[in-house]
C-alpha cells in the first residue's frame, strides 16, 4: 500500500500542505529525530525566536519562517521531530503527513552527529520518497566535544547524497547549508508520486528496518570515529542525576534554588520599575489637569488603566524576567527528560502517562502551549488525562502572584533563613499542585477514562552545555515583551472596567462593592472575601491582572497607595483584613482555579469537545472551593 | 531471556521483538531491530524505568515495554 494522498483521500487536507508561494519561492522542510537541534536550525536561517530546547517532542506543532538568499526567497518548514515514518503519534503525524504530500522543494533532515546510527534510519526513509534532500549533520561541535569524528566525503559518496556538518547554535557550516539548499531546490524532479511502502505485514517491515539498521552501523563503524571515554560522560552524571535515592531529592533542591533566586532578584527591579512608573503617573496626572481634563475621564485613565498597567509591569515583570531564564537553561542543558524519568512511577501508578511531565513543565510557561504539547502524548486516553490537568500547574500568570504573596507573607525579617520560607513555600505550592495533578489523573483513569496505562519510551538527549548569554538575552527579551503586551491588551482594559464599577454609583455604594458584598459570604466561607473572588473572576482573560484589579478594589474604597515595596503591598493587604490564611488560600486557589480563557479555547480545539472543555473548568474549580474550605476550616479550627 | 530481565552493566543482543502493532513500530523506529546490541546502564525510582543504550542513545522503558524484547 502507497501512502499518497490520494490513496488516504487526504484531498480535504491538501489545502494544509500546500503551502503558497510565488514562482522565486522556494519551499525547504527541516525533518529529523526528535531534538536533534532543527528548531536552532530554523531560528538561525529565518532570524526566528521558536522555542528552542533540549528534550524530545517540544516542537509538536511545525513552525514557518522565511529566508532570502542571493536572489532567491525560502519558506522554511520546522517539522515535529519524528523517529520514523511509520510510527505515528499526533505530532509525528505532521511530518510523515508532510514529507507525503507537502509541495517541498527540498528535505533537510538535520541529524545529530552524536548518535548518527539511529539518525540514518530516517534519512534511509526519506530518501525513499525524494531525491532532493540534504543531510544536515548538525551538533558537530558536540561531537567533537565528545571525539567524536565524522568522515563527511566518505559519507557523501556512500549516501549520493549531499551532507553539511553544522552547529547551528553558532553558525558553523550554515552558509555552506544555504548553498546546498540553494542547490537541491533547483533540482527538478520527476513528477512521480511521492510514496512511502508501506506493508501490512509486521514482518516485512521488521525485516526492512533491520536492514536499514544493519546498514546504518556498518556505515556508523565505516565513517564515524568514537571515543569510548567521553561517551561515559552523561552516563556519570546521570547516575548520580536519576539514581533512585538522589534522583528526586535534587530535582525538589533545584527547583527551590530557582525559586529562591527568583524572589531574591526581583525586589530591586520591582521597586526601580515602580519608582519609574508610578513617579510617571503622577507626572500624567498633573499634565492631565492642567489640560483641563475633568475628574472622569482622568480617572477612568490614571488611576484606572495606567495605574493598573504599571502594577502588572513592576510586580508582575521581574519576577517572570528572572525565573523563566533560570528554567530554561535547565531545559535547554538537558533536564526536563530527566524529570519525566524520575517522576514517571507515580504517573503510571496514577494511570498517566510519564512524559506529561514535560507537558507541565511547559504548563509552567503557559497552560494553553501546555495543552498543546500534551500532543507528544500518544495514547488518547492519557493526553486527555493531561489536557484536563494542566491547568493545576501555576502558569506565567499565576506565578508572580505565589511569588509575591509568599514574599510578602512569609518572609519577616530578611535574615537569610528567613529568605529560604517563601522559596520553600512556592515550592510547597508547585508540590501541591503536581499531587492534584496526580489524584485528578487517578480519578479520571478510574472512573472517567478508564484504561491501562498505555507503553512508554523515554529518550534521554545528551546533556549540551547551555549558552548562558543567548538564553538569558532571549528570554529575558521573550518575556518582557509577553507581559508587556499582556499588560497592554488585558489589564488596561480590566483597569478602566473595575475604576468604573468602583466609582459608578447605585444608591449608596458603588457597583463594585454591590458585587463584593454580593460575592462576600461565598468568599468568607472559603478564607477569601468579595473582593478577592470578584478579581478571580476578572481574571479569567488573563491571570496576570488578578493581583493589580484586586488592590484597585482595595483602593478605590479606602487609602489609595502606589506600590513602593512588598511590605507596602502586605500593609495594603493587611489594612483589608488579610491574614497568613488569606495569603495562603489566595495561592491555594490562584493554584487550583478554572483555566483562563486562553487555555479553555485551545481545549476545546484540541479535544474537540465541548464536554471535555466543560470538565477542564469544572474539575479545578471544584478541587480549589474544595481545597480553600477545608484550609479556612482548618484554620480556624487551630487559631 | 528478556530484556527487562538483564542486569545492570550488562550488554546484550537483540533476539526477537514481540510487541505488536504501534510499539512495534516504535521499537523498530529506535533501532530495537534483530541483532542490536542493547547496554543496561541503569535503574531508575522505584526501579520502574531502566535506561538503556540502544544505537548510541539512551532510552528508558518500563518493565513492561521490555519484556517483549527477547535478548541473548
Known amino acids: 500500500m502507497g501512502l499518497t494522498a490520494q490513496s488516504v483521500k487526504l484531498e480535504s487536507l491538501r489545502d494544509i500542505y500546500e503551502i503558497e508561494k510565488n514562482d522565486k519561492q522556494y519551499v525547504v522542510a527541516l525533518a529529523g529525530n526528535p531534538n536533534t537541534g532543527k528548531s536552532t536550525v530554523f531560528n538561525y536561517l529565518t532570524g526566528l525566536n521558536q522555542h528552542t530546547g533540549n528534550w524530545p517532542g517540544k516542537t509538536v506543532v511545525s513552525a514557518r519562517g522565511q529566508f532570502k538568499y542571493k536572489n532567491n526567497e525560502y519558506i522554511l518548514i520546522d517539522l515535529p521531530g519524528s523517529y520514523s515514518l511509520f510510527t505515528a503519534s499526533k505530532d509525528e503525524e505532521v511530518t510523515r503527513d508532510f514529507l507525503c504530500y507537502g509541495n517541498y522543494d527540498t528535505v533537510v533532515v538535520v541529524a545529530d552527529a552524536t548518535c548518527l546510527e539511529r539518525n540514518l534510519n530516517l534519512v534511509f526513509q526519506v530518501s525513499e520518497l525524494t531525491n532532493k534532500i540534504i543531510l544536515c549533520i548538525n551538533l558537530i561541535d558536540e561531537a567533537k566535544k565528545k571525539n567524536i569524528k565524522i568522515d563527511k566525503e566518505g559519507l557523501e559518496k ?18 555552506e547549508l544555504k548553498d546546498l539548499i540553494e542547490k537541491t531546490s533547483q533540482i527538478i524532479e520527476e513528477e512521480t508520486e511521492k510514496s512511502l511502502y508501506f506493508n501490512q505485514d509486521e514482518s516485512i517491515r521488521e525485516k526492512i528496518s533491520e536492514d536499514n539498521y544493519n546498514y546504518a552501523n556498518k556505515l556508523k563503524q565505516k565513517y564515524v570515529k568514537e571515543d569510548v571515554n567521553k561517551l561515559n560522560r552523561d552516563k556519570k552524571i546521570d547516575d548520580i542525576v536519576t539514581s533512585k535515592k538522589f534522583g528526586i531529592p535534587i530535582m525538589l533542591a533545584l527547583l527551590g534554588l530557582i525559586f529562591w533566586i527568583t524572589i531574591q532578584g526581583a525586589n530591586i527591579p520591582s521597586q526601580i520599575l515602580a519608582d519609574l512608573l508610578f513617579g510617571l503617573q503622577y507626572k500624567l496626572d498633573k499634565i492631565l489637569l492642567i489640560l483641563g481634563v475633568n475628574d472622569f475621564i482622568r480617572g477612568v485613565f490614571i488611576d484606572g488603566m495606567y495605574k493598573s498597567l504599571a502594577w502588572v509591569i513592576s510586580v508582575m515583570l521581574p519576577p517572570m524576567a528572572i525565573f523563566f531564564p533560570l528554567f530554561t537553561l535547565f531545559e535547554d542543558l538537558g533536564y526536563l527528560p530527566r524529570v519525566a524519568f524520575n517522576l514517571d512511577h507515580l504517573f503510571k501508578r496514577a494511570g498517566a502517562h510519564g512524559k506529561m511531565c514535560l507537558s507541565m513543565c511547559m504548563g509552567f510557561g ?18 486527555l488525562i493531561a489536557v484536563i490537568t494542566n491547568n493545576l500547574v501555576p502558569c506565567n500568570g499565576r506565578f508572580p502572584l505565589i511569588i509575591v504573596l509568599s514574599a510578602a507573607f512569609f518572609a519577616f525579617t530578611g535574615s537569610f533563613v528567613d529568605s529560604i520560607i517563601p522559596a520553600l513555600s512556592i515550592t510547597l505550592i508547585v508540590l501541591i499542585g503536581v499531587f492534584a495533578t496526580l489524584s485528578v489523573s487517578y480519578l479520571l483513569s478510574n472512573t472517567l477514562l478508564k484504561g491501562i496505562p498505555s507503553t512508554f519510551t523515554l529518550e534521554l538527549p545528551p546533556y549540551r552545555a547551555p549558552q548562558v548569554g543567548r538564553i538569558i538575552y532571549t528570554s529575558l527579551i521573550d518575556r518582557t515583551i509577553f507581559v508587556l503586551s499582556r499588560a497592554a491588551v488585558v489589564a488596561a482594559p480590566a483597569g478602566a472596567i473595575i475604576w468604573l464599577l468602583a466609582n459608578i454609583y447605585v444608591g449608596e455604594l458603588s457597583i463594585l462593592i454591590h458585587m463584593a458584598n454580593f460575592f462576600e459570604p461565598l468568599g468568607r466561607a472559603i478564607g477569601l472575601d468579595g473582593f478577592i473572588l470578584i478579581a478571580f473572576i476578572a481574571g479569567f482573560p488573563a491571570n496576570e491582572i488578578v ?13 489609595l497607595t502606589d506600590f513602593e515595596s512588598i511590605d507596602s503591598l502586605r500593609q495594603i493587604l493587611i489594612s483589608n483584613g488579610w491574614t497568613q490564611l488569606t495569603a495562603i488560600n489566595v495561592m491555594l486557589f490562584s493554584l487550583l482555579h478554572w483555566p483562563c480563557s486562553t487555555t479553555l479555547l485551545t481545549i476545546k480545539k484540541e479535544t474537540g469537545s465541548l464536554k471535555w472543555t466543560l470538565a477542564a473548568f469544572i474539575i479545578p474549580t471544584g478541587i480549589a472551593f474544595l481545597v480553600c474550605f477545608i484550609t479556612a476550616n482548618l484554620y480556624r479550627i487551630i487559631w | 531471556m528478556k530484556l527487562a530481565d538483564v542486569g545492570v552493566g550488562k550488554t546484550v ?54 519484556s517483549l524484547i527477547e535478548v541473548l
Open chain 2, 13 to 66: 543482543k537483540v533476539k526477537q521483538n514481540s510487541a505488536h502493532d504501534y510499539l512495534k513500530e516504535r521499537f523498530l523506529a529506535l533501532g530495537l531491530t534483530k541483532g542490536a546490541d542493547v547496554e543496561v546502564l541503569r535503574k531508575g525510582p522505584k526501579n520502574n524505568l531502566t535506561v538503556y543504550r540502544i544505537r548510541g542513545a539512551m532510552i528508558a522503558l518500563r518493565n513492561e515495554e521490555s
Open chain 1, 158 to 175: 556512500e549516501l549520493k547524497i549531499p551532507i553539511v556538518l553544522t552547529s547551528a547554535r553558532n553558525g558553523q557550516g550554515m552558509k
Open chain 1, 547 to 559: 493581583i493589580p484589579v484586586l488592590l484597585m478594589a482595595y483602593m478605590s474604597t479606602g487609602t
Open chain 1, 366 to 383: 503557559c497552560n494553553a502551549a501546555g495543552v498543546i504539547g500534551c500532543r507528544i502524548i500518544d495514547s488518547p486516553r492519557e493526553r
